[in-house]
């Protein structure tokens, strides 16, 4: 069965370092992979996916993917984090079958310093 | 603006009531989804939608029921509310079903059953 795992519940970075946010997924075909942002009391806003091609998929707010079929990973990167990153990260995979829909991981909090 | 609504913001509700919970896009997409989402749970698919006329059970369907009368509306309802079913619920829709379809959220509805 898929299944996607985010290994940090909450990760705390200070404005301007660098971010990685980690996804795992567990999927026996090709996965089509989505990164969504949820800001406090909002829905969730696509960031950025991965269909097939090039593995290092670019996305809004300067944010960026690496799909790692090796590791079956697919890591959310930032370069320089903003105050306004903090949110809720979630990353999700395309099910199969009939459903359509997109296994959730359980997210990953993240909490900005000054 | 395009996109999808849902209604009522957030509610309240006694134990053994009955509530319908509602949702409306105006993308004109195939496939549409409920999801509810627990704190250290993630995002759960309850019942989905390929096209008018079609409905689906998810992960967690069990007192929950949907009807999709026509493309823009897909309301959710329970029978009889639980406090087990306190959550935020949100509505989903794609273009057409299928795990590589991008997915676009509504604002959710927070339900707290006393």
């Known amino acids: 069965a898929q299944s996607v795992t985010q290994p940090d519940i909450h990760i705390t970075v200070s404005e301007g370092a660098s971010l990685e946010l980690r996804c795992n997924y567990s999927?026996?075909?090709?996965?089509?992979l989505f990164w969504y942002v949820q800001s406090p009391g909002q829905g969730l806003q696509l960031l950025l996916k991965?269909?097939?091609?090039?593995?290092l998929v670019q996305g809004i707010k300067g944010f960026e993917a690496e799909f790692k079929r090796s590791q079956s990973s697919f890591n959310l990167r930032k370069p320089s984090v903003h105050w306004s990153d903090a949110a809720e990260y979630f990353c999700?995979?395309?099910?199969?079958?009939?459903?359509?829909?997109?296994?959730f991981g359980k997210g990953t909090k993240l909490s900005v310093k000054p | 603006i395009a996109g999808i609504t849902q209604a009522p913001t957030s509610q309240i509700l006694a134990a053994g009531r009955r509530m319908t919970l509602r949702c409306t896009q105006d993308?004109?997409?195939?496939?549409m989804y409920w999801y509810r989402q627990d704190l250290g749970l993630g995002l759960r698919l309850i019942h989905y939608s390929n096209t008018a006329g079609t409905t689906g059970k998810g992960e967690v369907p069990d007192g929950y029921s949907v009807s999709r009368a026509n493309t823009d509306d897909f309301p959710l309802t329970l029978a009889s509310a639980v406090p087990s079913q306190t959550s935020v619920y949100f509505c989903?829709?794609?273009?057409?079903?299928?795990?590589?379809?991008?997915?676009?959220f509504g604002p959710g509805t927070r339900l707290t059953v006393l």
């Open positions: 993308m004109r997409h195939n496939a």
């Open positions: 999700a995979v395309g099910a199969g079958g009939s459903q359509g829909n997109l296994i």
């Open positions: 989903a829709s794609s273009t057409a079903a299928g795990g590589l379809n991008t997915q676009y």
């Open positions: 991965y269909f097939s091609g090039d593995t």
């Open positions: 999927y026996g075909a090709t996965p089509y």
